[in-house]
């Protein structure tokens, strides 16, 4: 599954002519798919295991929540998606609460979110072989622990460089008065 960091400014979120042109949308930038196993490895893990983002941040003492919590924003494309599944309207109406309620926690997200990756980021770099400090929720997932490895060759797929491209997105969007970030999404064919 591949996700993708995305901006927006949420002031224009009340703008009516902005959001039935899609516009509050600045861009969306890839992350490897890994990234988004390591988002949901906190889903799989079992009994007290941690999955490997929350062992990384429990390693470097940082707070991840935040990070996680952008995977639960829902875009109007997949709140439409999911509403046109419900029959019941008092069921549409409840799951809107939800929908908007998770949104409306994310709004200003931004400047949390870049502390958190840049404090990762420090973190990481200050650790000599993170992997071996580290539990595998699936093995599978990570491409041989290639994942958690520091190399630093272009379009390298590691935990690092997924952070880097968020940390380059964020310098990105902030001038053009993004305030809030979240993931999105999609299925490969």
Known sequence: MAVSICAFNSTELTNQELIDDGLNL??????????????????????NDLGELDQIAKIIDVNVDIIYSMSNYWDKEQELEHLSRLDNEVDKAKQLVIIQTNNDQLI????????????LETGILRIDDLKTLIT????????????????SRPYSSNLLSDLLKMKEFIEFVKPLDADTLYFKFKTVN
């Open 26 to 47: 600045f861009v969306a930038w890839e992350l490897s798919d890994m990234f988004s196993d390591l988002l949901i490895s906190r889903e799989i893990a079992f009994g």
């Open 108 to 119: 200003g997200n931004i400047e949390k979110v870049y502390e958190t990756i840049c404090s």
């Open 136 to 151: 595998d929720t699936n093995a599978y997932f990570y491409d041989n622990n290639r994942y958690f490895s520091k190399e």
